[in-house]
């Protein structure tokens, strides 16, 4: 979630900070970081090798400006003893500080367990000189693109690869490209003068209606008091409701530790469940959803009932002026969605469907019910982005937080855990393309991942954060995040088992 005020107002060009390392460019907001990986080869070579990424690295950076944001807190302009946080541009970088050669042996866990070391790995806020991103390049082979949320979303981390493929590829055409440098060691790369867009908050078509402000608190008030804490998903949870302020931040040994778990879903599944989806007019995004939706109901919380799920929305399309896909920025938000769980778990427990016909033992599913289902959560989804836009109206309530760090910690920590502490969230940033459809000639992508860092339990979400990624013709990833301590790893691996074997069972 992003700060609210002032937050599309842009500085003028010779504001710049006392501090030579970087200048500020707007006012700004604070999020966890984020993953995408993706694995490269090459018809000659074995692994990418340091000079090679870092002559690539020169012409990304000069491509997107983002990759040269920081945070930088200044006093508050309101009220003395505030703060506020400032998006800022370094005006150099060091390759050296952000590029990373790790090796690990197995590929069952291995990079499973180095996508959480990533994520626990905290971006320094006190560091000036340094960004707020790295790469992680495991055996030579795999890219791990690690940023914080302030640089963009997930689908910017598509954006980051298409371009890094993109410039392997063109050094691979031209040998050697004039002006960059093909010293191995530590240079410093120039960020560009251009400022980056104003924030997407300014740029949506639309206005916030107060009217559903109030609707919204009510509704979700009256719902919590009317059904206790069992009555919904996540019941279980384990965390202490305490929230950290810019002035007593959470020490080093309280901060959130994320915890991954992965399934894989090989390309001819995930192709022959893109076509299944099509017949039964629903999407992938959804059916996953409502996969998710039936095992919790079913298998883990038999006595919940009311459930919620979120899906998370690329606003790109509904923006004034559409930075498009390879640009890096912040167009994601989220559609919740409220849904009575006792079909759900009618779908996962109907005893006559599931045994026999090559069925996975001890898994059952109502599948006429299931696709119902996940067709009506589709429908869901466009209603709202076509007609009511309860996902957009959310996304303009954030400059109603506040606009000192203060302000938006005391404002946003509540609301979030009002909506999000029993939900769980899907969010699929689609088919990586841009492949080079010659794979014998230069580079290529075969692989892709995403995952994003558990957000604080007592900050937001306290359930599973289900974050899905894909390639033209491979396979699917879907990496499931929760904090350590707060939910049972158990319970993890329950509910990603019960999706696999409700997918197979579905496809039979």
């Known amino acids: ?116 070391k990533s994520h626990n790995e905290w971006f320094s806020t006190e560091d000036k000189t340094r960004p707020w991103w790295k790469l992680v390049v495991v055996n030579g082979a795999h890219v791990l693109f690690v940023y914080h949320h302030m640089i963009g979303d997930g689908r910017s981390g598509y954006a980051f690869h298409r371009s890094l493929l993109a410039a392997l590829n063109e050094i691979e055409a031209l040998k050697t490209i004039d002006g960059i440098s093909t010293d191995s060691g530590a240079f410093m790369v120039n960020v560009p003068a251009t400022l980056p867009l104003a924030h997407t908050i300014a740029l949506v078509q639309a206005q916030l209606s107060m009217l559903h402000v109030i609707y919204n608190f009510l509704w979700w008030t009256i719902i919590r008091l009317i059904f206790s804490n069992e009555r919904f998903l996540f019941s279980d949870a384990s965390f202490s409701n305490t929230y950290p302020t810019p002035t007593n931040p959470f020490p080093k040994d309280k901060h959130t530790v994320t915890r991954v778990e992965s399934m894989q879903v090989d390309c001819n599944t995930k192709e022959k469940c893109v076509d299944a989806c099509r017949i039964h007019n629903t999407t992938l995004t959804a059916l996953l959803q409502t996969l998710i939706q039936v095992t919790l109901a079913a298998d883990i919380y038999p006595k919940a009932t009311l459930g919620f799920s979120q899906v998370a929305v690329d606003f790109r399309p509904y923006l004034k002026t559409n930075p498009g896909v390879d640009i890096m920025t912040n167009a994601a938000s989220t559609f919740s969605s409220p849904q009575w769980l006792g079909r759900y778990r009618e779908a996962g427990r109907d005893s006559k469907i599931g045994a026999g016909n090559g069925a996975v033992p001890g898994v059952h599913l109502d599948i006429p019910l299931l696709w119902h289902l996940a067709s009506q959560n589709r429908a869901k989804l466009l209603n709202d982005l076509n007609k009511s836009n309860t996902a957009l109206q959310d996304y303009l309530t954030v400059p109603l937080l506040g606009i000192d760090d203060e302000e ?45 860092a558990a957000t604080k339990a007592s900050c937001g979400t306290v359930g599973i954060v289900f974050n899905v990624a894909s390639v033209e013709n491979g396979e699917l990833v879907v990496n499931a995040s929760y904090e350590e301590g707060v939910l049972k790893p158990e319970t993890v691996r329950k509910v990603m088992k019960g999706v696999k074997e409700r997918l197979t069972l579905l496809l039979e």
């Not at 984020?34 to 870092?54: D, G, K, M, N, Q």
């Not at 393309?433 to 794979?439: A, L, N």
């Open 408 to 452: 938006f910690a005391s404002q946003l920590f509540p609301n979030i855990g009002r909506v999000s502490n029993n939900a769980f969230l899907v969010s699929n940033i689609g088919a990586f393309q841009g492949i080079k459809k010659d794979t014998s000639a230069g580079w290529s992508i075969g692989h892709v991942e995403f995952s994003a």
């Open 1 to 116: 979630m992003t700060a609210p005020e002032g937050i599309s107002e842009q500085v003028e060009c010779d504001l710049r900070s006392t501090e030579s390392q970087y200048e500020l460019v707007r006012k700004g907001g604070i999020q966890s970081n984020i993953l995408v990986s993706a694995t490269y080869s090459h018809c000659r070579t074995s692994r990418l090798t340091e000079p090679t990424l870092f002559k690539a690295l020169h012409i990304i950076i000069n491509r997107h400006p983002a990759l040269g944001i920081i945070g930088v807190g200044k006093s508050s302009q309101k009220k003395r003893g505030n703060h506020r946080l400032w998006e800022a541009r370094l005006n150099t970088i060091n390759l050296k500080d952000c590029v990373e050669f790790v090796q690990y042996d197995g590929e069952d866990q291995g990079l499973q367990r180095v996508i959480e």
